[in-house]
């Protein structure tokens, strides 16, 4: 039998966690080291992630502080934050380097929940991917009974539909948080 009910709820549960992921590394107002998750930093000639060449820590609501495993690559922590598109300034004491997080503009939370609302519906096009595959793989299966092929049908709408609203819900609960100054 080539139908398989698991592996299409493991590829959904994928599609959640990478919208998790992603709306993770999206800046609100708030500290938050998840958002310096896509940035490398160049360490011994190798593009290495910062969280592994540095602790980051949020010792103030609205600060971040790296503090570098290595002082040698300080300067190399600087250079990356300041061509990433975050928009943050770092600061360094010669030890350390503070992030601090500027309040958002109005303008600039409503392009966020864009950018977020965005993201949820790239998540749902990979959860009707996987639907549709599943779909497919329920008609080509000739040795499964046609009642049999039917309830399979209806499992895959069911754990679509659930996929789907647990979508919905995890880019509303970004969108609340982004809107709350």
Do not use: C, W
């Amino acid at each position: 039998m080539s139908f398989n009910l698991t592996d299409a709820k493991a590829r959904m549960q994928g599609a959640q966690d990478a919208l998790q992921r992603e709306l993770g590394s999206i800046r609100t107002g708030r500290a938050n080291p998840h958002i310096l998750d896509r940035i490398e930093v160049e360490y011994y000639g190798a593009m290495t992630p910062l969280n592994q060449v540095a602790s980051i820590s949020v010792p103030e609501a609205r600060i971040l502080m790296i503090t570098p495993f290595d002082k040698t690559v300080l300067e190399e922590i600087i250079r990356a934050i300041n061509i990433s598109d975050l928009g943050l300034n770092p600061a360094s004491d010669g030890n350390i380097v503070r992030l601090a997080i500027p309040q958002m503009t109005e303008e600039g939370r409503k392009d966020l929940v864009k950018q977020v609302k965005a993201e949820a519906e790239k998540a749902k096009v990979s959860v009707r991917n996987v639907r549709r595959d599943a779909m497919d793989s329920v008609k080509k299966d000739k040795e499964l009974p046609e009642d049999d092929a039917r309830h399979a049908e209806d499992d895959v709408q069911k754990l679509t539909d659930e996929n789907i609203k647990a979508i919905d819900t995890i880019a509303s609960d970004k969108e609340k948080e982004l809107l709350t100054i």
